[in-house]
C-alpha cells in the first residue's frame, strides 16, 4: 500500500488558540475535525505544499513555521505519513476556501475523539508544546 505524505499545518493565533475544519462528508474520514492541510504532491517540498494548502484550504499565507512533528498511521484502508508543523507567523484572516466550517480552539478544548485517529498524537504534542 503506498503512503500518503501530507504536510499538516497548526496554525496559532495570538490567543494560542488552534485552527481547525471540519472535513467534508464525501471526503476519507469525513465529518471530523482536521488541522489544515494536505498532500504533498511529487517534486514538492513539505514546506511548499503547507503553504500551497493553506492558502488554497484556510486563505492564509504561511510566514514562518516550526516542525511539530511526524506521523506514520495506517487506517487500514489508506497509510500516511502526516509532517506536522506548527504555523507561528502567518498573514490574512482564515476562511473556509471549500466552505468548510472552521474554529479556533483552545488545546485544552481539542477532543481525539471528534479527530481522525491519526491527529491524537499531534492533539498530545500540541498540549504539551502550548500547555
Same mark, same amino acid.
Given at each position: 500500500? @503506498?503512503?500518503?505524505?501530507? $504536510? /499538516?499545518? /497548526? /496554525? #496559532?493565533? @495570538?490567543?494560542? *488558540? ?8 464525501? &471526503?476519507?474520514?469525513?465529518?471530523? =475535525?482536521?488541522? !489544515?492541510?494536505? &498532500? ?10 503547507? $503553504? *500551497? ?5 484556510? +486563505?492564509?499565507?504561511?510566514? $514562518? ?5 511526524? %506521523? ?11 509532517? /506536522? ?5 502567518? *498573514?490574512?484572516? $482564515? ?5 468548510? !466550517?472552521?474554529? =479556533? ?11 481522525? +485517529?491519526? @491527529? +491524537?498524537? %499531534? %492533539?498530545?504534542?500540541?498540549?504539551? *508544546? #502550548?500547555?
Amino acid at each position: 500500500m @503506498n503512503t500518503l505524505h501530507v $504536510a /499538516v499545518g /497548526v /496554525v #496559532l493565533d @495570538n490567543e494560542g *488558540r488552534v485552527l481547525v475544519a471540519l472535513r467534508p462528508e464525501d &471526503k476519507h474520514q469525513g465529518g471530523r =475535525w482536521e488541522f !489544515p492541510g494536505g &498532500k504533498v504532491e511529487d517534486g514538492e517540498s513539505v514546506l511548499d505544499a503547507l $503553504a *500551497r494548502e493553506l492558502a488554497e484550504e484556510v +486563505a492564509l499565507e504561511v510566514a $514562518a513555521t516550526d516542525p511539530l512533528l511526524v %506521523i506514520e498511521h495506517d487506517y487500514g484502508d489508506r497509510h500516511v505519513c502526516l509532517d /506536522v508543523h506548527l504555523v507561528t507567523v502567518y *498573514r490574512g484572516e $482564515a476562511a473556509g476556501q471549500e466552505g468548510q !466550517p472552521l474554529r =479556533w480552539l483552545a488545546p485544552v478544548e481539542l477532543d481525539a475523539a471528534e479527530f481522525p +485517529a491519526a @491527529n +491524537a498524537a %499531534i %492533539i498530545a504534542a500540541i498540549r504539551e *508544546r #502550548l500547555g
